[in-house]
């Protein structure tokens, strides 16, 4: 979309939910905004206040804005990386597109594989940014904006990235119901934000609380609300369809729920290969649940990703403070000493277990690097046998490039393991696959849990108030929830 007043330009992929009261504030200003459209929007605000414009975007975006003036290209993504941007710098030119084929279909990328991106898609089913399977190409870091001018696209000026976007600072404890009222209000605005749109919508329904409290507050905006339920014939998890199915009558939805068999899932797996971006161990259970959602009508659907980060759904919430204790207290034992005493205690377990539950015992006991280690598949001994030293590669002895923790704040245990979840698994598996494979059908996926204001507010919270001793997992939403 071309600015005419400047001839900027801007090249965008996602959507900014909070488009209307950007609009209202661009509209005091005196800038006219004919479209009632997100990208017009984002246009003005970029050609109006420059960089300055990202920091007040909610949403998920990729994006280039041309700025005329100064022959600069502006890259920026959202803060989280729900949507993807790879870039790659060759002598012949500065290349950014939202897929790594797109990258390669430019014909001035070499296509060489990268080791290290090798490696840490062994070590966890997926390749870590920045990295790629590719040597030439990165994934552009989330929360983070760069200007691209001539001379940094020839090489002759390094790249200078701005980072907008890090986790919140642990804040002080508040009262548990201040906390659920203002998760509340925060919630609520978000599936609000997200339910605009002028294609049918509907809710991803599972047997859990985080997509039945986003059909509950969707009622509000759409009627009916659309839910839909997939379940596998092979799978034990019929339970979880009957819940979904009383989740919905009790919410009036219009609900519809599919049950696929073995053999027509195997029938997707070459269309899933051809849609897959870069390599993914968790990619095709997501490309066959878009395909039947999108078949079955909808156009736009609501997820709850990102709960389970954010007020800790997952055991690693309860297994690394734990650990973090244990071992903090054996730090003064040299690492060496520590894996030999592992092995000799731990004989008794299968191999695959006994490795991995060495190289946790004899690494770093930072409650950090402890939940990168319960994120790992492969054990230090299996990537050695398969040729891969993290050391040579330029990786942490867990496997991951330096940039890993770049938006991580820290704080408590429980804050240390919210953040890696989402900047690890989240990031580089959950929100890859979901984009990748929804996208593949058409079918465009919003998750209102990573809504940035949510995330600001809830990240910010220490454990003792979003998980306190002896409550269930999720305590915080459940109690919002349950308020509502």
Not at 89 to 99: C, D, L, P, Q
Not at 371 to 390: E, I, N, V
Request: with cysteine.
């Amino acid at each position: 979309m071309f600015h005419p007043p400047t001839g900027n330009c801007l090249i965008f992929n996602g959507e900014i939910y909070n488009f209307r009261w950007l609009r209202a504030k661009l509209q005091s200003q005196g800038v006219l905004v004919r479209s009632s459209g997100d990208t017009e929007v984002l246009l003005h605000c970029l050609s109006t206040w420059g960089p300055a414009a990202i920091d007040q975007l909610d949403g998920m975006f990729a994006f280039a804005f041309y700025h005329a003036q100064s022959r600069r290209v502006l890259l920026a993504r959202d803060p989280l990386g729900i949507k993807p941007l790879y870039v790659a710098r060759t002598k012949r030119a500065f290349v950014f597109a939202s897929e790594v084929r797109a990258v390669l279909a430019s014909g001035l990328v070499p296509d060489d594989l990268d080791p290290a991106g090798i490696a840490s898609f062994l070590a966890y089913g997926a390749p870590q940014d920045p990295l790629t399977v590719h040597r030439a190409i990165h994934s552009f870091p989330s929360g983070t904006y760069e200007w691209i001018g001539s001379d940094v696209a020839s090489g002759q000026a390094a790249c200078l990235r701005q980072r907008f976007w890090s986790f919140p600072r642990e804040s002080a404890a508040q009262p548990e119901a201040q906390a659920v009222r203002a998760i509340q209000l925060q919630l609520r605005a978000s599936v609000r934000d997200q339910c605009v749109c002028d294609v049918p919508l509907g809710v991803f329904l599972s047997g859990g609380i985080d997509s039945a409290a986003l059909a509950a507050m969707a009622r509000n905006h759409k009627t009916p609300v659309e839910t839909f339920s997939v379940g596998f014939e092979s799978s034990s998890g019929d339970d979880e369809l009957v819940q979904a199915a009383a989740t919905a009558r009790l919410l009036a939805t219009h609900h519809r729920q599919t049950i696929l068999d073995d053999d027509w899932i195997m029938l997707q797996w070459r269309e899933w290969l051809h849609a897959a971006d870069r390599p993914s161990i968790d990619g095709l259970n997501t490309f066959v649940v878009s395909g039947v959602v999108k078949d079955v009508g909808a156009t736009v659907a609501l997820s709850g990703l990102g709960a389970d980060e954010l007020f800790g759904g997952y055991p690693s919430f309860h297994r690394v403070p734990r650990m973090h204790r244990l071992l903090s207290m054996l730090a003064w034992i040299p690492s060496s000493l520590r894996r030999a005493a592992a092995r000799v205690l731990l004989a008794s377990l299968p191999a695959g277990k006994r490795e991995k539950a060495i190289d946790l015992v004899s690494g770093g006991t930072s409650a950090l690097e402890l939940a990168a280690h319960f994120r790992r598949l492969t054990s230090d001994s299996d990537m050695r046998l398969l040729g891969f030293d993290a050391k040579a590669l330029g990786l942490s002895r867990q496997f991951l490039p330096p940039e890993a923790f770049g938006p991580l704040a820290g704080g408590d245990s429980f804050c240390a393991v919210s953040q890696v979840e989402s900047c690890l698994y989240m990031a580089n598996t959950l929100l890859r696959d979901t984009d990748t494979n929804s996208m593949a059908h058409s079918l465009e996926v919003r998750v209102p849990f990573l809504s940035r204001w949510l995330v600001d507010l809830v990240g910010g919270l220490p454990g003792s108030v979003r998980s306190p001793k002896g409550s269930s997992p999720k305590h915080l939403l459940r109690q919002a929830m349950a308020a509502t």
